[in-house]
């Protein structure tokens, strides 16, 4: 699953998530997100964010049977 099929997936339960005012405010970019697939089927998505030198990261899981995030 890629960032953009999340993005899609969380429209109507995140939906400022990836907001372009809300990544440009972290500094952030759909490109600088990285997904990876968990054994219990849920995906982490992680991004540096902060502009110029990150200052941190951000870190969510997604649920597809839902589309929703959490943070653990």
Do not use: W
């Amino acid at each position: 699953m890629t960032i953009y099929e999340i993005k899609e997936r969380v429209r109507e339960t995140s939906p400022h998530f990836f907001d372009r005012k809300t990544l440009k405010f972290f500094g952030q970019t759909m490109k600088s997100f990285k997904v990876y697939e968990q054994s219990d089927g849920r995906f982490i998505i992680c991004a540096p964010f902060g502009q110029g030198k990150p200052k941190g990261e951000t870190v969510r899981y997604f649920d597809p049977q839902t589309n929703t995030f959490s943070c653990n």
